[in-house]
Antibody, heavy 125, light 106 residues
Framework: EVQLVETGGGLIQPGGSLRLSCAAS????????MTWVRQAPGKGLEWVSI???????SYADSVKGRFTISRDNSKNTLFLQMNSLRADDTAVYYC???????????????????WGQGTLVTVSS | SYELTQPPSVSVSPGQTASITCSGD??????ASWYQQKPGQSPVLVIF???KRPSGIPERFSGSNSGNTITLTISGTQAVDEADYYC?????????FGGGTKLTVL
């Protein structure tokens, strides 16, 4: 059974830093496409960042230059380092696994099939 | 930037068919999925690759696509289907979500 457990959320002042963790079981983070998605209170889903199995990363414009996605293969854990936090970063942050669809020549990303329970980040003074 | 457009709300009577649309440029040619989210819960994948259901998702959920629009259809809608629904696709290496549709069963 696949399980994703996010930790690290909390109350942080504007301009501060926070690191979120997503501990995975039932899947191997290093060979998976893994992503972070957030949801501000009462709002819709907003994609944050993705790391592909080869290590390539991508970020939403709203967090580029402030957030960094990474993984620790030995701990089978995904991270999101968040710096220069702003009030509009307040949200529940979810990690999710992205399916891969491969042909003989390349692979493409698909659906977000497994999600964690989320961790709440509140940026406020 | 690429955008996906959903109606903010859809209402349906119990037992009837609910249809939720999602529009985007050439969306029918892209990989697209649908998610259900109930209050206080994480999103759940209900349709992937336009029209495929993950195991455990009831058969009353189906998906279709045509040109720039994809559609999530719930046949014989039940009270438990009341939730927010999000479409999702890709713009190069970026995940794109629609704004979400609140499905009310009344």
């Amino acid at each position: 059974e696949v399980q994703l457990v996010e930790t690290g959320g909390g109350l942080i002042q504007p301009g501060g830093s926070l690191r979120l963790s997503c501990a995975a079981s039932g899947l191997t983070v290093s060979s998976s496409y893994m992503t972070w998605v957030r949801q501000a209170p009462g709002k819709g889903l907003e994609w944050v960042s993705i790391i592909f199995s080869g290590g390539t990363t991508s970020y939403a414009d709203s967090v580029k230059g402030r957030f960094t996605i990474s993984r620790d293969n030995s701990k089978n854990t995904l991270f999101l380092q968040m710096n220069s936090l702003r009030a509009d970063d307040t949200a529940v942050y979810y990690c999710a696994r992205v399916t891969q669809h491969c042909s003989p020549t390349n692979c493409h990303a698909g659906a977000l099939d497994y999600w964690g329970q989320g961790t709440l980040v509140t940026v406020s003074s | 930037s690429y955008e996906l457009t959903q109606p903010p709300s859809v209402s349906v009577s119990p037992g009837q068919t609910a249809s939720i649309t999602c529009s985007g440029d050439k969306l029918g040619d892209k990989y697209a999925s649908w998610y259900q989210q109930k209050p206080g819960q994480s999103p759940v994948l209900v349709i992937f690759q336009h029209d495929k259901r993950p195991s455990g998702i009831p058969e009353r959920f189906s998906g279709s696509n045509s040109g720039n629009t994809i559609t999530l259809t719930i046949s014989g809608t039940q009270a438990v289907d009341e939730a927010d629904y999000y479409c999702q696709s890709w713009d190069s290496t970026s995940v794109i979500f629609g704004g979400g549709t609140k499905l009310t069963v009344l």
